[in-house]
């Protein structure tokens, strides 16, 4: 099993604000901007997103604040943004578990991914790290593997909560494997790391971004990246398919979005701004720290992108037999 985002940048397809649609170049936005993110302060997006808006923000002139509403694997959050005025002063910053993974969930959402938001722009894939505590005597995926063979469902995992990438990751990673891991939900990817490094559950799967103030601390160990080659800047840490699971691959991506309705001139501004933001150097070598590749896409394309991975991973959920547990 295989999953790795490959998508085309549209840097080049920015447009600006259209004054056609009725908004004067010049008067918008005049007021602070809400990014309201489904996730815990510290998860990979909600890195990302702080990284990047920062940007957009002096760029700007004024100010975007980031709200966590976290819960419920992105559930509530992003009810809050399908909700808001679509005025352009809300938006919201999602991962793709939230757009994509998470309906398969839930026989009755309060929102749907394709009718209640427009789609701004994928602004970044996220890289992962396999980890554990730092006094754990697993040193690789494949010492993983064979401690759930021995004792299988003895092994916990933990995750940003049912239906999370985490979540979905791990259980993919259990199923290439043939063995069986107890899973641990969270109320955040944020807290599952620490509940790792407190040795609370034996392992997690998470963004780079997530993870890296705990390895730095000496408190989690990287013990595989699950890409297709070793990373740049953990050229010693080994991929999981040379570590123990030769074929197991995992990342994630991180995009914006905005209420349905608002304006489409807002909405090509934001994208014209995020792309702006992704250009710029100092962006560019954050994100690398983070296990960030950044992309930027026209709206057009991103929409193509949640079509496509929603019936991808409707398809994939049901034939894994994985569930919210």
């Known amino acids: ?33 809400k990014m309201i993110i489904p996730l815990a302060a510290g998860s990979a997006v909600d890195s990302a997103a702080r990284i990047v808006s920062q940007k957009m923000a002096v760029n700007l002139g004024v100010g975007i604040a980031i709200d966590n509403q976290a819960g419920a694997a992105g559930l509530i959050g992003a009810e809050r943004v399908a909700k808001s005025a679509p005025d352009g002063y809300t938006l919201g910053g999602f991962n793709d578990s939230i757009m994509t993974m998470l309906p398969s969930f839930h026989s009755k959402m309060p929102w749907d991914i394709l009718k209640d938001f427009e789609p701004v722009s994928l602004v970044a894939t996220i890289e992962w790290a396999l980890v554990v505590p730092s006094d754990s005597p697993i040193k690789t995926a494949a ?29 993919l990673f259990a199923m290439q494997a043939g063995i069986q891991l107890t899973h641990v939900p969270y109320k955040g990817a944020t807290q ?41 800047q953990f050229a010693d840490i080994p991929t999981v398919a040379e570590s123990g699971l030769p074929g197991y691959e995992m990342n994630s991506w991180f995009a914006v979005m905005a209420p349905a309705g608002t304006p ?29 590749t950044p992309l930027g896409t026209t709206p057009a394309e991103l929409a193509v992108l949640l079509k496509n991975q929603l019936n991808r991973y409707t398809k994939l959920i049901r034939e894994a037999g994985i569930t919210a547990s």
């Open 1 to 33: 099993m295989q999953r790795r985002l490959v998508i085309q940048s549209g840097l080049g397809a920015a447009t600006g604000l259209l004054v056609g649609d009725g908004w004067a170049q010049n008067a918008y936005p005049n007021k602070p901007i």
């Open 143 to 171: 010492d993983l593997i064979d401690a759930a063979r021995k004792a299988p469902g003895k092994i916990n995992y933990g995750s940003g909560g049912n239906g999370s990438p985490q979540h979905i990751a791990m259980a």
């Open 192 to 232: 599952a790391a620490v509940g790792t490094a407190a040795n609370e559950v034996q392992t997690c799967l998470q963004g780079i971004a997530t993870v890296s103030p705990l390895v730095k601390a000496g408190k989690l160990r990287i013990v595989g990246i699950p890409a297709l080659k070793r990373l740049p």
């Open 264 to 292: 489409k001139a807002i909405i090509d501004k934001y994208q014209s701004e995020i792309v702006k933001a992704l250009a710029d150097a100092g962006v560019k070598e954050q994100f690398a720290a983070q296990g960030l």
